[in-house]
């Protein structure tokens, strides 16, 4: 009797969750919620860009809750947000920390509700190698740290002071702070 429960309910999930993503999809809503890894910034951008080819000219909106993760994996987010021609929006819901505070930037609109957060910091990285090696590491993470820095003075009017508290430890912004840096465009 159990396995039955099991095996109907699974399948009514899957029903559920299959209608839900066509509501998603006629929304053009994407979620980033979560950690940042390669297999959700594969899922991210797969779907950015599959909306993207649907209506080249109608807005995406990626609403974001997370704490941040791979950089490498948040970059590539990065990156299709500004190769795609289509407008994407994001919506910061909850907070948007470390590597998802840079996707949060590079939205053509970008929102944050009344209650949320946003956090930058200076990159971290954990080195056990040769000497030589982490020795090169630390050098391509001050290039990317150079790369990050770009990227907020673009796409925000954080002052040099603000960076300066992110580089030594964590530069946390209110909505309303945000909004005052320019971090975001409204709250909504």
């Not at 929304?27 to 991210?44: C, F, P, Q, S, T």
């Amino acid at each position: 009797m159990m396995v039955k429960k099991k095996r109907k309910k699974s399948w009514k999930n899957k029903y559920e969750e299959k209608i839900y993503e066509q509501i998603l999809n006629r929304n053009r809503k994407v979620y980033l919620y979560g950690e940042i890894e390669v297999d959700l910034a594969y899922k991210i951008n797969k779907k950015l860009r599959a909306l993207s080819l649907q209506h080249p000219r109608k807005v995406i909106t990626l609403e974001i809750n997370s704490i941040g993760g791979d950089v490498g994996a948040g970059m590539s987010i990065v990156d299709t947000i500004l190769e795609l021609k289509t407008p994407i929006y994001t919506v910061i819901a909850g907070e948007a920390c470390s590597m998802a505070c840079f996707i949060s930037i590079v939205g053509k609109r970008r929102f944050i509700t009344e209650h949320s957060a946003w956090m930058a910091h200076a990159a971290s990285t954990f080195v056990s190698d040769k000497v030589q090696n982490a020795m090169d590491r630390v050098k391509y993470e001050k290039k990317l740290e150079a790369i990050m820095d770009d990227i907020i003075k673009k796409h925000t009017k954080l002052k040099e002071e603000d960076l300066e508290i992110a580089r030594r430890g964590e530069l946390w912004l209110t909505a309303k702070e945000a909004l005052q840096k320019k971090v975001v465009d409204e709250i909504i």
